[in-house]
């Protein structure tokens, strides 16, 4: 911050060729949810952008390696845009049922090919299916990421029903809340202007992950929200 400020001091821009610096939406003083995308990038995943930029509304994806080497053009999008990337792994196996090494080289190749796409890399995980044990959370704290869960589902996958999710994602819906979501359904792409009208008409924000946790101080390693049962 302070550096910043130094910055434009000493090269004062033409206020006409400073683009309007938006204030940071403050998460603790406004409504908030997070809409997020796993699997993909899907091949919708151009229509939901345009969604997401049209109600200027942001979105966290949780990306699968393999997926990002096929359609790299959608991650980089998706990082210009200011939405947030996850790791999903690179194939989506259960975690539980691979060796430590299969482990790591699935979050590896994942972070590799997204920065390779997008110049980031992600600071957050979502192991596939939502399954993480202890060995899933001592590799995370290798990579340095918390492992983000979701606190309500859209049940997209199973409904694939434009009505039914928009119905299912409104319900879930509530101050803080992480929502489920597949940009691989098409009806979810469907149903997205309508969610995120009727969303910010309630008067939420929809905001990235990081926006959502962001007083939470997870560390390396910690899963939230923590699952019934879940002690380190
Ligand atoms: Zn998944």
Redesign the pocket.
């Known amino acids: 911050m302070a550096i910043a400020a130094v910055c434009v001091t000493l090269t004062p821009a033409p206020a006409s060729a400073q683009a309007p610096k938006k204030a940071p939406v403050d998460c603790t003083q406004v409504k908030c949810v997070a809409l997020t995308f ?2 993909g990038p899907g091949k919708y995943a151009g229509t939901l952008l345009d969604t997401l930029k049209k109600y200027d509304a942001k979105a966290t994806f949780f990306l699968e390696g393999q997926y990002v080497k096929s359609r790299p053009q959608f991650v980089k999008r998706m990082a210009a845009e200011g939405h947030e990337l996850g790791n ?1 792994s690179y194939k ?1 196996p259960d975690f539980r049922t691979l060796e430590t090494w299969e482990i790591r080289a699935e979050i590896k190749k994942t972070q590799d090919e997204i920065k390779k796409a997008a110049g980031v890399e992600p600071k957050l995980l979502r192991p ?2 939502g399954m993480a044990d202890l060995t899933v959370s001592e590799i995370a704290t290798e990579f340095g990421m918390p492992i983000i869960l979701w606190t309500g589902g859209s049940e997209d996958w199973k409904t694939k029903n434009v009505e039914a999710i928009k119905k299912k994602t409104l319900e879930v819906a509530k101050p803080g809340s992480i929502i489920l979501m597949h940009d691989w359904v098409k009806q979810t792409v469907d149903a997205m202007p309508s969610i995120v009208k009727s969303l910010q008409k309630k008067g939420y924000h929809l905001v990235t992950v990081s926006d959502i946790v962001k007083n939470e101080n997870l560390q390396p390693g910690d899963v939230f929200p923590v699952p019934e049962g879940w002690e380190k």
């Open positions: 796993d699997d999903h989506h596939p299916y």
